[in-house]
């Protein structure tokens, strides 16, 4: 009988603490990518932001990065010419080489390197087939980087990286179209983070394939939204004409439009914050040092998680199709 009635006693804590479970605020995610992933010091850079925060990024790899000029002709994209491309080729060899290392080296610390394409051309009008052949492409390429190029030294490992372990894509400008969305659930990607909306927004799942947006936020002195992404930043505060950054404004607003999403999010529903950002320096790098600043302040927080796209995918888990 007493120990009936210490267990009846329990019941209302027990129930309690149930409650709270419950109500437990999800943790607040922040995604950072990188689209492009050329230059050897940002790699640095962003690999060192990394280490002092705790976060992990995503980098949207092109794949022409890791040709040397002399072997440009071994891409060729969808209606051009074999050796072209929107955005150059990879350097030297040892340029090459100092980036795949980099990009071994981010993959071993747990962050991810996902795909943008290879000659960064604007697919909207490219059939399934055409960005079939840009997604075979990109792997090939990966996959080959160290033998194209006649460097030594291919880590144990990295072959079945390229070919089983990049599952994530952004769509050069952001340009995407159904026949895209096509091919890419039939190269079997996990997601496609090429969307845009009006603020963070949970992302849906079609047709097996995950759908994530770069919100809008606010920003400036008149809180007008632009894409939080650092080349939408440069655009609307020059231009985008290189102008120095001399009295720190643009670098300023940058963080406070960042920071402001941050806090909309952290103080409210919680959905992940997603940022996209370039490995160029635009206005005197006041972005990046915006960007380091804001995860410098967010990314330690107890109850924030800074994670790649593939983590955030994996968490999300299956969902039905929207």
């Known amino acids: 009988m007493l120990r009936l009635r210490s267990l ?3 019941l209302p804590l027990l129930a309690t603490t149930a409650m709270a479970a419950d109500m437990a605020e999800p943790r ?3 995604v950072i990518s990188f689209d492009g992933a050329q230059h050897v ?5 962003s690999r060192t932001l990394a280490e002092r925060t705790g976060a992990r990024f995503t980098y949207f790899l092109s794949c022409v990065y890791l040709l040397a000029p002399e072997h440009r002709g071994l ?3 969808p209606a051009h010419r074999a050796g072209r491309s929107n955005v150059g080729f990879g350097g030297s060899k040892a340029e090459v080489a100092e980036r795949l290392g980099e990009i071994w080296s981010a993959r071993q610390e747990g962050h991810e390197i996902a795909s943008h394409g290879c000659g960064h051309f ?3 009008d490219w059939s399934a087939s055409d960005w079939a052949s840009e997604l075979a492409a990109f792997t090939r390429i990966v996959r080959d980087a160290y033998a194209i190029n006649g460097i030594d030294g291919e880590p144990e490992g990295w072959r079945r990286f390229a070919e089983s372990d990049i599952g994530g894509f952004r769509a050069p400008y952001l340009s995407t179209s159904e026949a895209l969305f096509e091919a890419l659930a039939d190269a079997d990607m996990a997601y496609d983070a090429s969307g845009v909306s009006k603020g963070p927004a949970k992302p849906a799942m079609r047709n097996g394939l995950r759908r994530f ?3 809008m936020v606010p920003e400036g002195p008149a809180a007008r939204p632009v894409i939080a992404m650092d080349y939408n930043l440069f655009a609307r505060h020059s231009n985008a004409e290189e102008t120095e950054d001399r009295d720190g404004r643009f670098a300023e607003r940058a963080y406070r ?3 402001a999403a941050f806090d909309e999010q952290h103080d409210g ?3 992940p914050l997603q940022i996209g950002y370039h490995f160029t320096l635009m206005n005197g790098g006041a972005y990046w040092r915006a960007l380091e600043r804001f995860a410098e302040e967010v990314c330690v927080l107890p109850d924030v998680d800074c994670i790649s796209y593939d983590d955030l995918h994996r968490r999300l888990g299956a969902a039905a199709d929207g």
Do not use: E, I, M, T
């Open 75 to 77: 891409y060729q994209g």
């Open 122 to 124: 604007d697919g909207k």
């Open 213 to 215: 947006s770069l919100p």
């Open 8 to 10: 009846l006693a329990s």
């Open 257 to 259: 439009a960042f920071k």
């Open 41 to 45: 010091p940002q790699w640095k850079r």
């Open 28 to 30: 607040q995610v922040v």
């Open 269 to 271: 529903r919680r959905l």
